[in-house]
Nanobody, 120 residues
Framework: QVQLVESGGGLVQGGGSLRLSCAASGRTFGINTMGWFRQAPGQEREFVAS?????TYANSVKGRFTISRDNGKNTVYLQMNSLKPEDTAVYYC????????????????WGQGTQVTVSS
């Protein structure tokens, strides 16, 4: 089992920045990819970014968000800049034993989520 705990969400004005963190514990040796997904009210959960050997981004966040990873701390970060109201969502951290995936079904473990709200 892998436990994931997200932090860093909050309320920010449009154009502002937030940094999300996700710490993994438990059987972390099997983790290859760590990713972020988000779910806005009334919408399906969608892929945001992932990182294994290199980062992958959804087109909607490319150039604004940066994913990084500290393997020594089993922690993944999501630096979010130039935030827009449409970025408002619950952000979830997840892990996969694959080396690349943007599909939710490839991620076995999920955090509880952290709310990000961007005001206009």
């Amino acid at each position: 089992q892998v436990q994931l705990v997200e932090s860093g969400g909050g309320l920010v004005q449009g154009g502002g920045s937030l940094r999300l963190s996700c710490a993994a514990s438990g059987r972390t040796f099997g983790i290859n990819t760590m990713g972020w997904f988000r779910q806005a009210p009334g919408q399906e959960r969608e892929f945001v970014a992932s990182i294994a050997r290199s980062p992958t981004y959804a087109n909607s966040v490319k150039g604004r968000f940066t994913i990084s990873r500290d393997n020594g701390k089993n922690t993944v970060y999501l630096q979010m800049n130039s935030l827009k109201p449409e970025d408002t969502a619950v952000y979830y951290c997840a892990t996969s034993d694959l080396f690349y995936s943007t599909r939710q079904r490839d991620y076995a473990y999920w955090g509880q989520g952290t709310q990000v709200t961007v005001s206009s």
